[in-house]
């Protein structure tokens, strides 16, 4: 029997790498969804904290002959860790605590965005950048202006995560399965999210025909503050498997060649007559970012709503300085 050499056993691995800045709860679960996509060659998790991405990598990778995944994790402290990575995830960052709203988090973690987009901009040139980090908009903002990137690059997860919290809580109702609900969340990600009810539907049929009006209200209601009705549930942090797979599924469909209709924070660009602010629209993303925004028929009082989030976003971004 002929034993192989080790430029035998080796094969090339041309799948993309990824990296996802902060190992905490978002990050580590962040990185273990797109390990066990096997889409990539690599995933790196970089965090501040010693050993701390090491050991979850580590940890991580000894599961992978038992789930059965070919994504190697590594961990590190240093963002040059990032040369190579096509996709960025960044999650680093100040979770709320009970009774924070995300605003709260601007000061401590507009710091933590700045320096990591720097290390973005010197070590991943090239790479499209999602952004976890709260609060959304304001750190999706943050990220563009120090990255410089052109702006399908830079993309602020939370529409997937808000338009999924929708579904499930309609599927809480007994009318369908959370996957047969269709429906978008725009805006911003916190009190001014907008979901166009004339848009949702169970299965082809309109939301508006089978759940009454005010408890519809109400689930909207409840979809908004969803992240602060986990928050006070843990009393300690805040949500991590949702966005943790919201960002994931993103993630992995631009590496598949593109998405479906999803909602993301992308720069407006005068669509839905919104001048210029990052805010919630209806997307579809292609292996190299945002592909296009795509305009859907609103209703006027939607399409006021929208305006109205957008105003409140600029002004907070202002207000960055
Ligand atoms: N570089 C790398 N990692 C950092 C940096 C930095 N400059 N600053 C902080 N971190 C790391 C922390 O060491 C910590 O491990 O970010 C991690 C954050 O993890 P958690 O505290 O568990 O927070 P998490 O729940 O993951 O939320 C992170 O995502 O959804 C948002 O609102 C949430 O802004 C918050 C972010």
Redesign the pocket.
Known sequence: MRVLGESETKTRDDRPRAAV???????AMTALRLAETSLFSRVTL????PG?AAGLALDMWHSASLRGFTTKIEGSTDLSALEGASYIIM??????QPGMS?TD?TGV?AE?VS??ADGIRRYAPNSVAIV???PLEEMTHLMARRTGFPSNRIIGMAGVLDSARFCSLIALEGIARPQDVSAIALGSHGTEMVIPLSLATVRGRPLEELIAKDRLAAIVERARDSGAEVVKLLQK????FS?AESAASMVAAMVKGGSDLIAACVQSAGAYGVEDTRIGLPVRLATDGVKEIVKLPLRPDEQAALAEAARSIAKRISELG
Do not use: E, K
């Open positions: 800045i902060g190992a905490g709860h978002v990050g970089v965090d501040i904290i701390l999650t680093a960052g100040r979770p709320r995300r988090l973690n933590i320096g990591v976890v980090t709260n942090g805040s949500a991590y966005p």
